[in-house]
């Protein structure tokens, strides 16, 4: 690490080199930091694990199969970690435990983007709201490009983690349709190359009411990764994107 006025230079390790990872490599770039190396694979671990070991953070933002492997590898290099990865739910707790106990530095986000996150923050508001209206249902909708891997996206499971535990009739989401009343329905869509869209509805017999959230492109998540591995140099624990923005 090096510093340029008030200004940290980090040299930072990208793992999972796909779009998301040349978008943050172009974003890091800009910001005056330094790439070490990329990493997307065993035979990369073992090329370049001296550089890894001489890194003052790592962003991932690899595959849910490869997640878990990568965060330990790290730990174990001592480097503090920014995922953004998601499909690993089942995981979570444990990887949890392991940062704490190892006090250790994880950053996790299921969407980097500044929008998305106040989008979270409205939705968590207006659940809290919608709690006392019960001829309201809600729904969620996601709409993804083709190549998403997860279904239904972290996003979506975040924003209904929220809805759940501010809606007393809601108990558990379902990737399905349902007309089960305790269960919150999120519709997962797969088309083209769209980059992300949310969508928060709550129908009655005489209204809609809808949160939405569209991204662009890629821009904003890198933006929003690489800013939190600016944050994250120099902590430790398991944070997050509330942590960063403050809310």
């Known amino acids: 690490m090096k510093r340029k006025s008030n200004f940290i ?73 920014v995922t953004g990865t998601t499909g690993w739910n089942d995981k979570f707790d444990e990887i949890k435990k392991l940062c704490l106990e190892q006090e250790q530095a994880l950053f996790y986000a299921s969407n980097f983007s500044i929008g998305m996150n106040i989008l979270f923050a409205i939705n968590k508001k207006l659940a809290f709201m919608m709690n006392s209206f019960p001829q309201y249902d809600v729904k969620i909708e996601e709409t993804h490009h083709t190549q998403k891997l997860d279904s239904p996206s972290g996003t979506a499971i975040s924003l209904a983690n929220d809805i759940i535990n501010n809606i007393d009739r809601k108990e558990k989401w379902v990737n399905e349709t349902t007309d089960i009343n305790s269960l919150l329905e999120i519709k997962s869509i797969r088309s083209g190359n769209i980059t992300g869209i949310h969508n928060v509805i709550y129908n009655s017999n005489v209204d809609t009411i809808e949160i939405k959230h569209t991204a662009l492109n890629r821009t904003g998540f890198a933006l929003g990764a690489v800013m939190a591995a600016e944050w994250l140099y120099g902590k430790k624990g398991f944070l997050g994107m509330n942590d960063l923005l403050n809310f």
């Open 9 to 81: 230079q980090l040299k930072i390790i990208i793992s999972g080199y796909g779009k998301m990872g040349r978008e943050i490599e172009k974003i890091a770039l800009q910001r005056n930091h330094e790439i070490l190396c990329t990493i997307d694979n065993e035979s990369d671990w073992e090329k370049h694990i001296n550089l890894v070991k001489q890194a003052d953070i790592a962003i991932d933002f690899s595959t849910p199969n490869s997640i878990i492997n990568n965060i330990i590898k790290f730990f174990g290099a001592k480097v503090p970690v």
